[in-house]
């Protein structure tokens, strides 16, 4: 019996979703995970050491070279050091596993029912596909190409005809360690925009069984809170980006046009990512509700057309027919009241529109701080 029992638990261990499969063909993920077999916190306290030593060197020429220092560029400068650079890091090497986690908690907690009518494939089936698009080595690809296209384009193109003042070998060191970000930048996006995909395809082909009393607060969808913050710290972080880009004046390490292409990204992704973790999810778990109320309605319905028609008007009838349709409606107000429909709870829901909104306050904030560190004599 014990060992039957062990044989189920292993097959069921077998049929899960594993973060390896998802990033199986991402070549940098990969050295750092399973070769050199580094923890995520080392990895992002590492990054900081190369654009650190970089940024180091630019200092110490501007020192030389420009009698008093920028604050705006020295703030862009720590921004993108201690800040920028380690928490995109962060995100990319968290995202696969949070991916494997959201699935495998959906289907450990029992919200993934039977295919819906007229639907055929099986869950297993939807899993080996969405290992076959997320964990494709044709995004790797595409990847590396956008990279080299664009630090072909930056050192062609426009740092020849730059007017910062910053060497152009200089310069190209910083483009060189600019490299990583933006590949993980890229990478992070495509996972967690597919994965975006494949949940509301989940939710579409697959009756949802929401757990009204469910620990989480979210009928068993708790679990979509982890990608969804991804998804908005992805956004935050690209403000960030643009805040440092726009504050470092001299150094024009983003074009104009780059910071353009970052804002209008931003005003893209930012309602696609909302729509997409809050309310299709929402709609469907509406739906679901919907569903699970129409029985009492419609008994709610029968019983009270029948009452009305009756010819017999005696108090036991009039007493019963009210004792039921008292008892269904207390019935179906109980499960209305009692079944989650958004996948988050609502302290997590204003938390994450704090978050998105912020964004928007960031180069206001950032230009009072500024203005009241900036000293006498300073530009």
């Known amino acids: 019996m014990i060992d039957q029992q062990k044989e189920a638990e292993n097959a069921a261990q077998d049929q899960l979703l594993t973060a390896r499969q998802l990033y199986q063909h991402d070549p940098l993920l990969v050295l750092l995970k399973d070769r050199w077999h580094l923890?995520?916190?080392?990895?992002?306290?590492?990054?900081i050491v190369l654009p650190g030593g970089v940024f180091l060197?630019?200092?110490?020429?501007?020192?030389?070279?420009?009698?008093e220092w920028n604050l705006d560029d020295m703030l862009s400068v720590?921004?993108?050091?201690?800040?920028?650079?380690?928490?995109?890091f962060l995100i990319y090497m968290l995202v696969p596993d949070a991916i494997a986690s959201l699935f495998n908690t959906l289907k450990i907690n029992g919200v993934i029912g039977e295919p819906r009518r007229?639907?055929?494939?099986?869950?297993?089936?939807?899993?080996?596909?969405?290992?076959?698009?997320?964990?494709?080595?044709?995004w790797t690809i595409m990847i590396m190409c956008i990279v080299v296209c664009y630090a072909l384009y930056r050192l062609l193109v426009l740092e020849p005809a730059s007017?910062?003042?910053?060497?152009?070998?200089?310069?190209?060191?910083?483009?060189?360690?600019?490299l990583p970000l933006m590949y993980v930048t890229g990478v992070s996006v495509v996972r967690l925009l597919l994965t975006?995909?494949?949940?509301?395809?989940?939710?579409?082909?697959?009756?949802?069984?929401?757990?009204p009393l469910h620990p989480d607060g979210a009928g068993g969808l708790g679990a979509m809170g982890r990608l969804l913050w991804a998804s908005v710290s992805i956004l935050l972080w690209e403000a960030l980006l643009l805040v440092a880009s726009v504050l470092s004046r001299n150094l024009y390490w983003l074009s104009l046009s780059e910071m353009i292409l970052?804002?209008?990204?931003?005003?893209?992704?930012?309602?696609?990512?909302?729509?997409?973790?809050l309310i299709v999810p929402h709609h469907m778990m509406v739906k679901t509700r919907d569903e699970m109320l129409q029985p009492l309605a419609e008994e709610y319905q029968r019983i009270f057309l029948q009452s009305l028609s009756s010819t017999e008007y005696d108090t036991r009838s009039l007493v019963?027919?009210?004792?039921?349709?008292?008892?269904?409606?207390?019935?179906?107000?109980l499960v209305r009241d009692s079944f989650p429909t958004w996948p988050l709870e609502t302290s997590t829901l204003s938390r994450i529109a704090v978050t998105v909104i912020l964004p928007l306050l960031l180069p206001i904030l950032t230009s009072l701080i500024t203005l009241a560190l900036r000293l006498p004599g300073l530009p």
């Open 163 to 178: 007017p910062s003042p910053v060497p152009y070998w200089m310069r190209v060191c910083a483009i060189v360690i600019y």
């Open 39 to 47: 923890s995520t916190l080392w990895i992002s306290a590492g990054v």
């Open 320 to 333: 019963s027919g009210t004792r039921q349709l008292t008892a269904l409606k207390q019935r179906y107000d």
């Open 118 to 138: 007229s639907l055929s494939g099986t869950y297993e089936t939807f899993v080996q596909q969405l290992i076959t698009w997320t964990g494709h080595i044709r």
């Open 262 to 277: 970052l804002g209008a990204i931003y005003v893209v992704l930012t309602p696609a990512l909302l729509i997409g973790w």
């Open 57 to 67: 060197s630019w200092w110490l020429w501007w020192a030389r070279t420009v009698p």
């Open 196 to 211: 975006l995909i494949f949940t509301n395809w989940l939710f579409s082909h697959f009756l949802l069984q929401i757990k």
């Open 78 to 88: 720590l921004l993108q050091t201690f800040l920028i650079f380690p928490v995109i």
